[in-house]
């Protein structure tokens, strides 16, 4: 189903319009996609592999079904990464410059995290939830009215639903 329709979402004090699809794209911008409907969650994620992966103290991501995505142009190509304990990481990258766009849940590979910070405008991705916030670092900013998981949370329909409490009525 289309959405087309501007949604109020919002951002701390401010509400902002979001409007879909919205694009993104790699850094050397051989990759363009758009994500063509509301995703399902906006969350942060916290845990140690994020935080190898992003190079950054956390992970901004949007959980959304695959196929709400269309890869404009591009070669999209699945990289898998699997860790001495048994769990096996798959996500999906620009093929030229392996910029990282989404990965796929391990059990439910036709539901992605898509990485935010690839969105041309990412302004809008405020999280609702802020998962494995155990090993977050001190100093990160984790707002009051958050969601806040120490580790993987067990019921997504929790994140799902204040997700969609956040547009603004
Ligand atoms: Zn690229
Ligand atoms: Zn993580």
Redesign the pocket.
């Known amino acids: 189903m289309l959405s087309v329709d501007a949604r109020l979402i919002r951002c701390g004090v401010d509400q902002v319009a979001v409007t879909f699809p919205q694009a993104g794209g790699c850094l050397c911008g051989a990759t363009r996609y758009e994500i063509r409907e509301d995703p399902l969650i906006a969350y942060a ?1 916290h ?1 140690t ?2 935080q190898t992966a992003s190079g950054s103290g956390f ?1 901004l991501c949007l959980t959304t079904p695959v196929a709400t995505i269309d890869v404009g142009r591009g070669a999209v190509e699945r990289r898998t990464i699997s860790f001495e304990d048994g769990r096996v990481w798959n996500f999906l990258v620009c093929g030229e410059c392996e910029t990282r766009l989404w990965s796929e849940r391990r059990t439910t590979p036709e539901i992605v995290s898509v990485r935010a910070g690839t969105l041309d405008d990412p302004s809008w991705v405020h999280p609702v939830a802020h998962i ?1 916030v155990a090993s977050a670092l001190p100093w990160s900013p984790i707002p009051a009215d958050a969601l806040r998981y120490p580790g993987q949370p067990g019921d997504p329909m929790e994140m799902i639903r204040a997700w969609r409490e956040r547009a603004a009525r």
Do not use: Q, V
Request: charged letters at 15%.
């Open positions: 994620c845990c592999d994020c992970a494995w």
